[in-house]
């Protein structure tokens, strides 16, 4: 816990993190290098999976800075590789099998990357332990 109270008594979002400097990650007691670089690779993983979920956060409708509460709903399919873009049948059958088929998710604008994550795990409960 030590580590996340200092990013949230310094108010820094994930979204924030990747631009950080070592030295004020350094400040922010993630001391090693492969600490640092563990979290900038997280910080741009998350980001990245939800930009390829979520609508953009502003439309015309809102203004700069409100997020709408909207939900929105996605097929959502885990992928046995990471290079794997549309799974095949026999993949979709293994990971059925799997107890990792597809899903419809619906969830709000708004949502934040630990919430999307708990929304995944709800969905897909067998990613909490790595599959196992």
Excluded at 28 to 44: A, D, E, F, K, M
Excluded at 55 to 74: F, L, Y
Aim: aromatic fraction near 6%; charged fraction near 25%; include cysteine.
């Amino acid at each position: 816990m030590h580590l996340l109270e200092n990013f949230e008594r310094e108010k820094i979002t994930s979204d924030e993190i990747c631009a950080l400097s070592d030295a004020q990650l350094e400040n922010l007691s993630v001391t090693t290098i492969g600490g640092r670089h563990r979290l900038r690779i997280n910080c741009r993983q998350t980001g990245s999976i939800l930009s390829r979920f979520m609508p953009a956060r502003h439309s015309p409708n809102t203004k700069k800075g409100k997020h709408s509460k909207t939900p929105w709903t996605r097929k959502i399919v885990c992928l046995s590789d990471p290079s794997t873009i549309t799974p095949k049948c026999w993949q979709k059958q293994q990971l059925a099998e799997a107890g990792l088929s597809e899903n419809n998710i619906t969830v709000h604008n708004s949502i934040n990357p630990d919430e999307f994550q708990e929304v995944l795990y709800a969905n897909f409960p067998k990613l909490r332990d790595g599959g196992v």
